[in-house]
């Protein structure tokens, strides 16, 4: 249920229970001694536990956080905030930001910042960053919200790129995960465009401490799927009612009512007297955010943490709820040999969480820092084509000899991939010069020296006898080194084919299953796959009949509601959204066998042309935005129980021979991959690459220049060029299937 926020609602931090009152003392005798070598008098009880809820009653890391919040508070500005004044009074009546009135399923306060409303030209990002916090200042004085925690909404709305301001962004985000005595839950980017990069790179700093699985990307109908529509305004789809000018006088009267030590005092001058204990040096007009303390500076440690036996039992049903919570967002931890490893340093050694080792959890460190991580429980290995396969119990929990090997069984390290700065790509302006030098023609002439060279490798799983009616087309073969092998299901090995390929992507081994459109006598083998290899996504880039010819057979159910049921699983399709573009099917996978389930999405492009290649790239564009939104979404939810690439399990991507269009998607999501990273661009190479694992990847000639084209729009829509002369490039064509 959710619950509401009421203002007569009891605003005093809850002590912690009898068993947490050791370490409540040790926090504050460690932050007063901290205190007294800056002049500055004793720290309150309820500003105490504030930070040790945060960090659930981790000593060190509360005191880290609190130190932390200190140096950030000083430097930002965010000190002797005056809500009645101006710059602060009308940044606060903007309602960019607001508390919501409702809490999400698990009692959680819900922030809001309304990307749309903010235009970095006429505040500050000082003002802006204080118009926040104080609002969460008056927030956290709840008891409820230092328990559950914080979702932070970021709505991109019907935002333009003048409304976004990157630095403020990194700012906001810095704060919550590391500089402020609140749990951070959730973040939640709504509607993010496709220039919106500050995502990724926050993505790619939470995937470094594990905590990816906290900041989703989602549409304007997936936010439902977070909180409920009860908890959410209406112009987020949802049903509540928000008065944020009455939320505002509520924080005033918190500010009145409140512990005056509710917030840390940021750093102070050494020139500080000691004895300010009630209120922060300020003008006397001033309404203080960071008074000091507002008790005797003499009270003893024991007089501070005194409790009543209600006080114990309200605190300890606070923690049994998040028992098995992730790590806080914070700045950084202090490791076991007393050094700070912040979030930024991308260079530092990831820090340990000694609490969920001892509880028996993976440690998933290796392979988010690009190395191999080991495979847990697993005794009997053996290896096929060059892959681990492990005993099926782990995996599907039948009893076959040998399972298939799986990205997520095996650790693979990002160097592992094909697909990686090799130093050989264009820079963007080179990029344009080759494109203008090249030409229509002269890409087609490329194309055609790719296409020359013979496969390089074998085919003799594809051309067995029994294994040739899986094929769709007798000449789109797999190759024996790169082929998905399903798990064996008599002693013949009869039943290990599918006509599917591991691709890799960019610094990701085995990021797509590229595979042929499912046959009806293979259905059941499709949906064993998806089962066996754990995947998230699949991304379908043809429709199911075109020009009176089928291309791929109705595998899943269509409609909402649909149940198929194919081998021992029984697939339903949960809901279905339809965009101009394409079409996502959310499903569930149950095993029949086990009861197992698991979620899918299936998405389906549906705006490829009968002919040729689409004019624009920007549909396909959007579409592969989506993919990567869907499957980090996805791959977050399966928690522990994923212990391969961060990114997550294969995707598996197929049209209807799975080497045209489907060999243009991953080409696509590679070099964009690359671009983003390093800021270079190789076409040729990367399909290359991609053929030597998915044989006669990119079919025709127009594929190959769409590809160029596609990045080169790309670039030019996100700002990374301005505008592009390609006079001449133009001329004859030649159709693409």
């Known amino acids: 249920m959710a619950a509401n926020l009421h203002p007569e609602e009891e605003l005093v931090s809850p002590p912690p229970p009898t068993n947490q009152k050791k370490a409540t003392k040790e926090f504050v005798e460690q932050v007063n001694e901290l205190r007294r070598s800056r002049n500055v008098g004793p720290l309150s009880w309820n500003t105490a536990i504030k930070f040790l809820m945060a960090r659930k009653f981790d000593v060190t890391r509360a005191v880290s956080l609190y130190e932390q919040h200190e140096v950030t508070r000083h430097r930002e500005g965010l000190v002797n905030l005056n809500p009645t004044s101006d710059p602060l009074r009308t940044e606060l009546d903007t309602g960019k930001f607001t508390i919501l009135p409702c ?54 709305s019907e935002s333009a790129y003048q409304n976004f301001d990157y630095q403020l962004s990194q700012k906001i985000l810095t704060l919550l995960k590391g500089g402020y005595p609140a749990r951070l839950k959730k973040v ?5 465009p496709l220039w919106f990069k500050a995502p990724f790179k926050v993505l790619r700093l939470f995937v470094r401490e594990k905590l990816r699985d906290r900041v989703y990307t989602v549409s304007l109908p997936e936010l439902v799927n977070h909180i409920p529509g009860k908890c959410l305004p209406r112009d987020l789809g949802g049903d509540l009612s928000v008065d944020h000018n009455a939320w505002l006088l509520r924080c005033q009267a918190s500010m009145t009512n409140r512990d005056p030590s509710g917030v840390c005092e940021p750093v102070p001058p050494l020139t500080f007297q000691s004895g300010h204990n009630s209120t922060a040096d300020s003008d006397n ?25 209600d006080d114990v039992s309200c605190c300890e049903k606070s923690f049994s709820h998040d028992s098995n919570d992730e790590d806080d967002l914070e700045e950084g931890h202090v490791r076991e040999d007393g050094r700070l490893s912040g979030l930024i340093n991308t260079e530092a050694e990831d820090p340990i969480n000694e609490e969920k080792r001892k509880d028996g959890e993976k440690d998933l460190s290796p392979s988010l820092k690009g190395e191999c991580s080991p495979v847990p429980e697993i005794q009997d290995t053996a290896h096929l084509n060059g892959h681990v396969l492990h005993d099926t119990d782990h995996i599907s929990g039948r009893g076959s000899p040998l399972a298939p090997p799986s ?13 990686y700065d090799d130093g050989r790509g264009f820079t963007l302006e080179e990029f344009v010069r080759h494109l203008r030098d090249k030409g229509r023609q002269g890409l087609y002439h490329d194309y055609t020296q790719i296409k020359s060279r013979p496969p390089d490798g074998t085919f003799e799983n594809s051309r067995k006898r029994w294994n040739q009616i899986k094929n ?6 797999c190759f024996d080194n790169s082929r998905v092998v399903l798990s064996a299901e008599d002693e013949e090995c009869h039943t290990d084919y599918i006509n599917a390929n591991y691709v890799d992507g960019y610094k990701q081994k085995n990021a797509f299953i590229s595979t042929q459109g499912p046959l009806p006598g293979t259905f059941g ?13 699949i991304v379908m880039t043809t429709r199911a009949v075109e020009r009176g010819r089928t291309k791929c057979g109705q595998y899943w159910p269509a409609e909402q509601d649909g149940v198929a049921s194919h081998s021992h699983f029984t697939i339903t399709n949960k809901h279905v959204y339809h965009y101009r573009d394409y079409t996502v099917s959310t499903l569930t996978m149950r095993d029949n066998g086990s ?28 579409f592969l935005n989506h993919v990567r939104e869907s499957q980090a979404r996805l791959t977050a939810a399966l928690g522990s129980s994923w212990s391969g690439h961060p990114l997550g399990p294969p995707i598996v991507v197929h049209c209807s021979a799975g080497i045209g269009r489907t060999g243009t998607f991953c080409t696509l999501d590679i070099c964009i991959r690359r671009l983003e990273e390093v800021g270079t661009i190789e076409v040729k190479g990367t399909v290359e690459k991609i053929r030597s694992q998915r044989a006669y990847s990119i079919q025709m000639p127009d594929q190959y220049v769409f590809c160029h084209l596609a990045l080169l729009e790309y670039a030019l829509h996100n700002g990374k060029l301005v505008e592009v002369d390609l006079t001449g490039f133009e001329d004859d064509g030649s159709e693409s299937d």
């Open 103 to 156: 809490r999400d399923e698990t009692g959680a306060a819900i922030a809001v910042f309304t990307a749309r409303l903010h235009d970095p030209r006429a505040t500050t990002q000082q003002t802006t960053l204080q118009g926040v916090v104080y609002q969460l200042d008056a927030a956290l004085e709840s008891r409820e919200t230092q328990r559950c925690g914080l979702v932070f909404i970021y709505d991109m």
């Open 188 to 192: 939640l980017i709504v509607t993010a």
């Open 285 to 309: 007009n001033s309404t203080t955010m960071v008074p000091t303390g507002d008790h005797d500076p003499t009270s003893s440690v024991e007089q501070l943490c005194e409790f009543s036996e």
């Open 407 to 419: 990205s997520g069984s095996s650790g693979f390290s990002d160097d592992d991939s094909l697909h």
């Open 472 to 477: 769709r087309y007798t000449d789109v073969l």
């Open 525 to 537: 083998d499709f949906w064993r796959m998806i089962w066996e290899q754990r995947v998230c996504v």
């Open 595 to 622: 009861s197992e389930e698991r979620k899918v999405e299936h998405m389906q492009f549906t705006s490829w042309p009968d002919y040729g290649v689409p004019d624009s790239a920007m549909a396909m564009l959007e």
